[in-house]
């Protein structure tokens, strides 16, 4: 009697629905059926429904229960979302290297790919696998022809951390290539590491090596040095040094080295017969910066000093290599692609 009550004053609706069922017995027999639950007939005229005594509990504490009190998961007890290490930013060297001998970029989707074997792939190297790849054009970076919406190419493609073929369907990759005679739907791959997982820094970085190659202005292809020179000051430990490059295009173009006492030598790259005063170093990670790095040099040869007495050779010398040391190395992980 006390639960009924109990249930009642809890909710008038439920009343009006149990007085419902009360005066329909079928609706009480399907109901019974379905639920399992017993009904008793107690010694007053009314039904009761006799309910376990855990949905009892159940109910009353959803009611009583405020939002506010469910304990809260802690943060170390949720589960860490496990993210990658950032991939690190691409070698200015290496893509350069790339791009000067690539009359072609594609940015591509890999479509498919298939793993040659056998005959079909002689001189594989070790620890690498050849596979012969189908790609969807995205965009041309760099190239004067037009070229198909899909192309085939092959590259060797090292082993995963398991020593299993990488997948490669699907991936995001930029191209540095050719392209093949006589096959427009062709393009072969201009080394290792000319098939690069695309990303916005590789992307950035190649858009912008390619613009300065092709500028009027683009630094010349340095071929050698040519004869350089030491004049002493009037004061001890005061003198200009002067270096020619030669080039592949004949364009003057030198390093020169002013030293005085007690001052840090100052030295600047030269792009015409004409030394501009407001000449300064190539920044780093610049073409300039990549031609003279990448590419002089490590010591002055004989022939360029030819001229010079002993102390102004020794002094050349030392201009030069302070001028490589202000260059910092080149810092090309890959194998040199030519100038």
Not at 132 to 158: C, E
Request: a positive charge.
């Amino acid at each position: 009697m006390y639960l009924n009550s109990f249930f009642k004053s809890l909710s008038p609706r439920f009343d009006g629905r149990k007085r419902f069922v009360g005066r329909n017995n079928r609706t009480i027999g399907t109901w019974q059926n379905y639920f399992c639950i017993k009904m008793d007939r107690s010694r007053n005229a009314e039904c009761m429904l006799r309910v376990p005594h855990f949905i009892i509990l159940s109910g009353i504490s959803a009611i009583f229960w405020a939002p506010g009190s469910v304990a809260k998961e802690s943060p170390e007890a949720r589960p860490k979302r496990v993210t990658e290490a950032p991939a690190p930013p691409p070698n200015y060297a290496d893509i350069a290297d790339l791009v000067v001998k690539s009359p072609m970029i594609v940015d591509a989707t890999i479509r498919s790919s298939k793993q040659l074997k056998g005959v079909d792939a002689p001189g594989v190297p070790a620890g690498s696998v050849r596979f012969l790849v189908s790609a969807d054009v995205i965009s041309l970076l760099r190239g004067t022809d037009a070229i198909p919406s899909q192309i085939r190419y092959i590259v060797d493609s090292g082993l995963d951390a398991q020593g299993r073929p990488p997948k490669l369907r699907k991936a995001h990759v930029l191209l540095f290539a050719r392209p093949v005679s006589g096959a427009a739907n062709q393009v072969q791959l201009t080394g290792n590491g000319a098939q690069r997982v695309w990303s916005p820094a590789l992307d950035a970085l190649t858009r912008t090596i390619t613009s300065d190659l092709v500028k009027p202005d683009a630094p010349p292809v340095i071929t050698g040095i040519g004869n350089a020179f030491h004049v002493p000051g009037s004061l001890p430990g005061e003198g200009e040094t002067q270096i020619f490059l030669t080039t592949a295009d004949n364009r003057p173009e030198s390093l020169n080295v002013i030293r005085r006492p007690g001052e840090m030598p100052i030295w600047a790259v030269a792009q015409s017969e004409i030394i501009d005063e407001a000449s300064a170093p190539p920044q780093r990670n610049t073409l300039l910066w990549y031609r003279l790095a990448c590419f002089l040099p490590r010591q002055l040869p004989a022939r360029s000093l030819a001229a010079d007495d002993a102390n102004s050779a020794a002094a050349a010398r030392a201009d030069y290599q302070y001028v490589l040391d202000a260059l910092g190395p080149c810092g090309r992980t890959t194998q040199a692609a030519g100038n």
